[in-house]
């Protein structure tokens, strides 16, 4: 009898191990089995780590980037569309870390628990795909625009975040793989998206901070006037300006970017408060963009030195700007103090069906400040750049200029067009192209002036 009741215990517990063991087995296979599917070493997926069978993606006209055919990856057939979107959709080796095979992979592996991949390996245009919010063909444009030059530009409706536009340079194409590409300095930080993991010297586009800052924290700011004489002694050193521009009301001061006027309003709020106003505005913090982790924007104005704290409000110091940050920024500018996140997925179909990710903001404004804002930002347009180099855009702008130590400086613009058939906002810097009036307008204009024609047909 002792035995008997022996073998039955023991026999429960065995049975309540297995049980036990299936339940984590399934718990783990539905918690991890995309993990596990979509890893480099699945010989389905995968050869020798190179994306082999996958789910189709898309640009938001329904053109077809990239796909899977017979166990290979297969590639637009337009050249131009395969190096302008490169960076956005990315390379099957996995060396664009932000790319969209990335960082989507678990999810175009077509993995679900009933099927496993089988479907992606025999099916994979009805398994997975993902329809991106890029306009293929306004990344030509884009890419065509910048010539020689090396850069980014990255364009979204600021009205819902949409990511219309984003090209990085260099770039190259994955069906002719130059072979320098690893030892070339010309291909130098080739599997970088600019857009979203670069960091420049902002310029006199900081002003645009130092600006907002102002008008939150010093009472009549709108009504002062500063005496430019070309430098702003501050001890025994000076801001330079790069004119003298003598008399002028902030308005003025912003139309001409004045390093004085600027200077000397850093100097009024102060590091802490120009931080404080910073900070807000997603400085020194992890930001992202839906999947996309930015790199990190920093931004640390000296409380000690004061005329390093005065090169830090015109964009000249240890600051660092991220190109998509200050995207949403401009957004929210243009968008009444809402700032969304660039987002690149406008919907994606897996063998549970179709969604489309919710717009994310990312920046917060005060909507009085923002109207304020707009308002000197269109006044740079008509007053100082001119609305010819715009046309019919209506268009609102700060233009900057990053000066390098041993090369020619890079040349900056942030805008947006304030019509409302044609709610987009841009930013865009040219790698060693002079003024920021110089070839960042040309680039930006070209772009904005072949989303009019699709907004508009005009």
């Not at 095979?101 to 009933?114: A, E, H, I, M």
Request: proline share 3%.
């Amino acid at each position: 009898m002792r035995d008997t009741l022996k073998r039955t215990t023991a026999l429960i517990v065995l049975v309540v191990l297995f049980a036990a063991g299936v339940v984590y087995l399934l718990f783990s296979l539905a918690v991890h089995g995309s993990d596990w599917a979509s890893n480099r070493i699945n010989q389905h997926l995968y050869s020798n780590g190179t994306t082999t069978n996958s789910g189709a993606i898309y640009d938001r006209n329904g053109a077809l980037l990239v796909s899977s055919e017979d166990g290979e990856r297969v590639y637009n057939s337009s050249r131009k569309v395969r190096v302008s979107t490169l960076h956005t959709v990315g390379d099957t080796s996995g060396f664009i870390s932000t790319g969209t095979q990335s960082l989507y992979r678990k999810l175009l592996s077509g993995y679900n628990v009933l099927e496993g991949v089988y479907g992606i390996i025999n099916r994979p245009a009805e398994t997975s795909s993902v329809t991106l919010n890029i306009d293929s063909e306004a990344c030509c444009v884009a890419y065509d625009a910048f010539g020689d030059y090396n850069g980014t530009i990255v364009v979204y409706n600021y009205k819902n975040g949409e990511l219309v536009c984003s090209i990085s340079k260099p770039s190259y194409d994955v069906n002719d793989v130059p072979s320098n590409l690893l030892t070339s300095k010309y291909y130098d930080g080739v599997f970088l998206d600019k857009a979203v993991s670069g960091v420049y010297t902002p310029g006199s586009v900081i002003k645009i901070i130092t600006a907002i800052s102002a008008l939150q924290n010093i009472p009549g700011i709108e009504s002062q006037t500063f005496d430019c004489d070309g430098e702003y002694e501050i001890g025994s050193g000076a801001v330079i300006c790069n004119s003298v521009h003598y008399e002028e009301t902030f308005e003025e001061a912003f139309n001409k970017s004045c390093n004085f006027a600027f200077a000397d309003i850093t100097l009024q709020l102060g590091a802490s408060k120009l931080l404080e106003t910073a900070n807000s505005l997603g400085f020194n913090k992890q930001l992202y963009a839906g999947e996309v982790a930015l790199k990190k924007s920093t931004f640390s104005p000296s409380d000690s030195d004061k005329l390093e704290l005065g090169w830090a409000g015109i964009g000249q110091s240890t600051t660092l700007l991220n190109p998509s940050h200050l995207l949403s920024i401009v957004g929210a500018i243009a968008n009444g103090g809402t700032g969304y996140a660039p987002n690149r997925i406008h919907s994606y179909s897996t063998f549970y069906g179709q969604y489309s990710p919710a717009a994310n903001q990312l920046i917060t404004l005060d909507g009085g400040v923002a109207a304020k804002m707009r308002a000197l930002m269109r006044s740079n347009v008509v007053n100082k750049y001119g609305d010819d180099n715009f046309p019919n855009l209506e268009f609102c702008a700060k233009t900057g200029t990053a000066q390098l130590d041993d090369a020619d400086s890079h040349s900056w613009l942030a805008g947006f067009s304030s019509r409302s058939d044609l709610p987009l906002a841009v930013v865009c810097i040219v790698e060693n192209g002079g003024w920021g009036s110089g070839p960042a307008t040309e680039v930006t204009n070209e772009v904005m002036q072949y989303f009019l024609d699709v907004y508009t047909n005009s």
